[in-house]
């Protein structure tokens, strides 16, 4: 079964609007954290928010915030006020503690101006 | 603090040469991954060392082996090289294995 699921391979938003890119994980640990990450054309994969599985609270990072839900199994990623620079592709990840990173397929967004 | 470096940058090899990549960690950070990502088959793990002992691994051909050397510098090498091993070549560190990974620039290596 695919740890990472990202079912959206492309979406459009309109400048300074919201917008959700959806996660999905699989993991029978009680334990993980979850990870999102921006890849801009140039190719680096940039780090943008953090949630560890027992955070009561969603993670939020300036325009970013993580809409967790456990029992759902679900990690999007909300984007708010979306800038021309927001276009890129998007992972979400997965990390059970002492394994590897598991990385979704990613999510092309195009900020339309 | 610097972030992680990766050399080379670019790279044009051909058909069953090898080629050694570098990638040195942000400072104090003893985990290193490295990961492989081409158009078809996305972002795939390749292995991760931690001080100097390789913790996990991908499913990869023996062909791509890497080793961590005591200053966590790590070098992964990829020995009679393919066509479909060109790819963009990404290494991460973290400061533990449960961190978070932030990753280096990328080699782009091109096998003709």
């Known amino acids: 079964a695919q740890k990472i699921t990202q079912t959206q391979p492309g979406m459009f938003v309109q400048e300074k609007e919201a917008v959700t890119l959806d996660c999905t994980y699989d993991?029978?640990?009680?334990?993980?954290?979850l990870f999102w990450y921006k890849q801009p054309s140039s190719g680096e994969m940039i780090f943008l928010i953090y949630?560890?599985?027992?955070?009561?609270q969603n993670a939020t990072e300036g325009r970013y915030s993580l809409n967790f839900q456990k029992a759902r199994k679900s990690a999007n990623l909300v984007i708010s006020a979306s800038q021309l620079g927001d276009s890129a592709m998007y992972f979400c990840a997965m990390r059970e503690p002492g394994n590897q990173f598991y990385f979704g397929t990613g999510t092309s967004l195009t900020v339309i101006p | 603090k610097a972030g992680v470096t990766q050399t080379p940058r670019y790279l044009i090899k051909t058909r069953g040469q090898q080629v050694t990549l570098s990638c040195s960690p942000i400072?104090?950070?003893?985990?290193v991954s490295w990961y492989q990502q081409t158009p078809g088959q996305g972002l795939q793990f390749l292995f991760e060392y931690f001080s100097e002992t390789q913790r996990n691994k991908g499913n990869f051909p023996g062909r791509f082996s890497g080793r961590q050397f005591s200053n966590s510098r790590s070098e992964m090498n990829v020995s009679t090289l393919e066509l479909g091993d060109s790819a963009l070549y990404l290494c991460?560190?973290?400061?533990?294995?449960?961190?978070?990974?932030?990753f280096g620039p990328g080699t782009r290596l091109t096998v003709l």
């Open positions: 991460a560190s973290s400061s533990g294995l449960s961190n978070t990974q932030y």
């Open positions: 993991t029978s640990d009680q334990s993980y954290g």
């Open positions: 400072s104090g950070h003893r985990s």
């Open positions: 949630q560890g599985s027992y955070d009561e």
